[in-house]
């Protein structure tokens, strides 16, 4: 392992805390964190190819591309079926009561991520990739938010099976930004 390497998994970690302190509605974590190094992120990177020639979308494939070829990935998600219980509406629900009802029903496998959702749920996990992603910037460390690497990750059960949305963000320290250029997907 490279000294590179080593820094970006110590900085993996760093960002798992700040995920984790991020704030949250009314002080209630819902927020399921994970840091895959190697066979994990060979694993997420060939099921991403997989979901990506079968559905046809170029930009898995080319994501997938960088979940192999970096050191580390967060994955951040969030149980989003667990409403704040405040009756806001923004999940398009009268109640909490209505939207944890409307949550129990069997999610269809045609889409990435399981809903109806907490909108207040998905607000916490927005402030959590984003003070995680924060702090890879601090540390000088590339990288980019996923939704379709969160989304496998999420579909091979590596946040639990309570998770209902996830981001990953990949890490690299390399002489060349790993996610600049990359190639246009397709579709």
Do not use: W
């Not at 984003?130 to 938010?145: C, E, L, M, P, Y």
């Amino acid at each position: 392992m490279t000294v590179e390497k080593t820094a970006v998994t110590a900085v993996a970690g760093l960002m798992a805390i700040a995920a984790r302190t991020a704030p949250k509605a009314k002080g209630q974590d819902e927020i399921l964190i994970s840091v895959l190094t190697s066979a994990r992120q060979k694993e997420l990177s060939r099921a991403m190819t997989d979901y990506g020639t079968q559905h046809g979308l170029g930009f898995f494939l080319r994501d997938a591309k960088n979940v192999a070829a970096s050191d580390a990935c967060l994955v951040v998600g969030v149980r989003g079926n667990v409403s704040v219980g405040i009756n806001c509406g923004a999940c398009g629900y009268a109640t909490c009561a209505a939207l944890e009802k409307a949550t129990q029903k069997k999610r269809p496998t045609t889409t990435a991520f399981a809903g109806p959702n907490c909108a207040v749920r998905m607000a916490d996990l927005g402030i959590a990739v984003g003070s995680a992603a924060k702090t890879a910037q601090i540390h000088n460390v590339d990288n980019r938010i996923m939704y379709t690497a969160g989304s496998v990750a999420m579909n091979l059960g590596f946040l639990g099976k309570d998770c209902t949305v996830a981001y990953a963000i990949p890490l690299s320290a390399s002489g060349k930004n790993i996610f600049f250029d990359r190639d246009l997907a397709k579709k």
